[in-house]
């Protein structure tokens, strides 16, 4: 996984501001009228404000007479028992994490790889996180087990209360089901965890517990090593790195064979990595790419790849975008290129065996898989596709380090998930297939092209009625996200199937620029400045499903969340007549502060820094925040964030409101008390924010003529 997607999944960040994002809270308005009370987040007054936003949006939504059914289909959908249970591969079983209307926060269970072939796996429940919520009264949100490898036995659960980045660590032992009495405990925190042996630890945290181990993005970047047993204060300091980092984080990558490698990961922007392999007491610093990033282990080598041209020693030019494998000992005199792209592909993910090495990518948008086998040292790496379903998203779900047993699930707009089974020399085999939980026998999808102004072609996929009219009266709803190298590809989401499909909606998702469908190049070409690409092409794409009849502005709606968030943003203001619906989930808004707000000094090397003038400049340019105007007209928003989301934060999507808000100019906000960056924590709530957002596209999108 890139360290950008891990961070924007699971890492930690800072709820306080600074005085510089505070006091922008006052200017919000622009009125005069004083709105920095929202800027503190917990504040009495703060959610007394949000409680009032919400019951307006609620109170209004929830009248619809559609919404009792929409909320009972998704729930339904959210918590059906013939879900997939998805493996993780842990000291010879399998694994899985599942939640239900019986268990809320979930349960971590357990069964035997032959009994998981069954078609009703006989699991043996060893972790109730709503039973150990319920004893500790705390609202405990299960988001991982760190384990120690090959056996396993020891793992660091990662706890979070209401699904905060920050986290709890505790010792847990899978072969007695129980947490370790006196083990390895580390409380709520900013940190990153990796173990060396059954008796030591690599952390890095907030340390002195006052954020002077932390840098401006609210990541830690001292780690130290704890030893079982020993006294507080006694850790061993191992790395230090710069304040002005944006994080430092420890791993261990192991293989197959027995190898291990531990290392420093500093990360010095949000896509710059530097790595250092730990030898006893000493750092060895490894010549790679600045931006690189890290897949396993094999036969003692790392397999990782590089997002930019790398020069090794006496060597070839490896592009950005390929996959390789070096010695750990001489990194840049040992390269070997096991795959690069072609101009149509990007590598997606990367799954590595006892053997193989399993490559999901993209071929213009479409998932593919492949499998790498080294034939002999020094010579090409023998590669074959896998014969996989077409039009899909395929994703590498868990490898075995052990074996070369891997698991991948694929899926589709209209094709719900499916579990393959790889193994070694034989063909990948289906051994799972969720059912389908919308009607699709009427629904089809298309990939078209649009043109940005620049002239790139844009894809993008329309899922539509087979019969549908070319009379630009179809209500349809476009969706994309741009940014840090992350691809928006086929997914099989039951509650747009439910909700939207099924009524009629279209289903549009642009693959704009910003993302990882096209390699390295298409990232880059809409970072930082050349940002505006993306809101171009997201442009380019709305104004073709026009030119082909598909819809009108009329009866075309957008949606975005996080980055997307500021994508809709964005649109909303620099486009305002396009759209009839816009939907900003846990967005960022206020670019001009956005660097001094909750981890957004982590970002400034995908969107640029106020500190840079140019930057500085078209962060100014394009702000939505900053951008509202009491004398255009706006289509009407629904707006949705999580007091708790300690990655974006809601002040964002707060001061947007508020400035609406005091220009007289009508929306919906709706801020979920419980729920970090990646939404709400249990499938009710979920429910309910989907349900209240189906009312809403109805209401702009469907019932008008």
């Not at 898989?369 to 779900?397: K, N, Y």
């Not at 549908?468 to 741009?482: F, I, V």
């Not at 930082?528 to 690409?533: E, F, I, L, T, V």
């Not at 709305?542 to 500021?566: A, C, E, F, M, Y």
Request: proline letters at 6%.
């Amino acid at each position: 996984m890139r360290l950008g997607r891990w961070i924007l999944a699971c890492a930690a960040s800072a709820l306080v501001m600074t005085g510089a994002a505070a006091q922008a809270g006052a200017e919000t308005s622009g009125t005069g009228k004083d709105f920095s009370f929202l800027d503190d987040i917990h504040g009495a007054k703060a959610l007394g404000w949000v409680r009032a936003q919400n019951h307006h949006t609620t109170s209004t939504l929830e009248k619809d007479k559609r919404y009792a059914g929409f909320y009972k289909s998704t729930l339904a959908v959210l918590q059906a028992p013939d879900r997939l249970a998805l493996p993780s591969l842990l000291g010879g079983n399998i694994w899985n994490f599942w939640q239900d209307a019986q268990h809320p926060h979930g349960i971590w269970r357990e069964t035997t790889q032959s009994s998981y072939l069954a078609k009703n796996p006989k699991w043996e429940t060893r972790l109730d996180v709503d039973a150990l919520a319920a004893k500790e009264h705390m609202n405990w949100v299960f988001k991982e087990a760190n384990c120690l490898a090959p056996d396993d036995e020891h793992c660091l659960i990662v706890l979070s209360n209401g699904g905060e980045d920050a986290d709890t660590l505790r010792e847990f032992n899978t072969k007695t089901g129980q947490f370790v009495p006196n083990g390895f405990q580390f409380s709520r925190s900013k940190q990153t965890a990796a173990w060396v042996d059954q008796n030591t630890v690599l952390l890095t945290r907030d340390w002195d517990g006052k954020g002077e181990t932390l840098t401006p993005s609210g990541y830690p970047f001292v780690v130290k090593k704890i030893v079982r047993g020993g006294a507080p204060g006694q850790e061993v300091e191992v790395y230090r790195g710069e304040k002005s980092d944006m994080m430092v984080a420890p791993t261990v990558l192991t293989d197959g064979d027995g190898h291990k490698l531990v290392l420093i990961q500093r990360s010095v922007t949000f896509f710059e990595n530097h790595y250092a392999v730990v030898e006893g007491d000493k750092l060895r610093w490894l010549p790679l790419p600045a931006k690189t990033e890290l897949h396993g282990l094999l036969k003692g080598r790392m397999v990782l790849s590089v997002e930019e041209d790398w020069h090794p020693q006496g060597l070839p030019v490896v592009p950005a975008g390929s996959l390789v494998s070096v010695d750990p000992a001489a990194p840049d005199q040992s390269v070997e290129v096991i795959f690069t792209p072609g101009p149509s592909q990007s590598i997606d993910e990367v799954g590595v065996t006892k053997n193989t090495v399993l490559v999901s990518l993209f071929d213009n948008v479409r998932g593919r898989a492949m499998r790498f086998t080294e034939m002999q040292r020094g010579r090409p790496w023998d590669g074959d596709a896998l014969d996989l379903p077409d039009m899909t998203s395929i994703h590498i779900v868990d490898t075995d380090h052990a074996s070369d047993t891997a698991y991948l699930s694929v899926e589709g707009y209209l094709e719900p998930q499916q579990l393959w089974m790889v193994e070694k020399d034989t063909a990948p085999r289906k051994i799972k297939s969720a059912p389908a939980r919308f009607k699709t026998a009427n629904l089809k999808t298309e990939q078209f092209w649009a043109q940005s102004p620049d002239g790139t072609r844009v894809p993008y996929f329309v899922v539509h009625r087979r019969n549908m009219k070319l009379d630009g009266q179809n209500p349809t709803l476009l969706t994309a996200y741009g940014g840090f190298q992350v691809s928006y590809t086929p997914t099989y989401a039951p509650e747009i199937g439910k909700l939207w499909l099924e009524r009629g909606g279209v289903y549009v998702v642009a693959n704009i620029r910003g993302g990882g469908e096209f390699g390295p190049a298409w990232h880059e070409a809409g970072r930082k400045s050349g940002r505006q690409n993306v809101y171009d092409d997201f442009a380019a794409v709305g104004q073709d499903l026009v030119t082909r009849k598909i819809t009108t502005p009329r009866h075309l709606g957008i949606r975005g969340r996080s980055n997307g968030g500021l994508l809709a943003g964005v649109q909303m203001v620099q486009h305002p007549h396009m759209w009839s619906a816009v939907i900003i989930g846990v967005p960022l808004l206020d670019m001009e502060h956005f660097e001094t707000m909750s981890a957004g000094a982590s970002w400034a090397d995908e969107y640029g820094s106020m500190s840079v003038p140019e930057e500085a400049k078209f962060l100014k340019r394009i702000s939505p925040v900053h951008h509202l105007k009491a004398e255009v007209t706006y289509p009407t928003p629904f707006i949705f964030t999580a007091t708790s989301d300690d990655r974006v934060g809601p002040v964002h999507a707060r001061r947007f409101a508020a400035r609406l808000e005091s220009m007289g100019k009508p929306f919906y906000y709706y801020e979920d008390i419980e729920g970090g960056h990646s939404g709400t924590v249990n499938a009710p709530e979920v429910a309910h924010e989907r349900a209240l957002e189906a009312v809403y596209l109805s209401h702009r999108l469907m019932d008008v003529h």
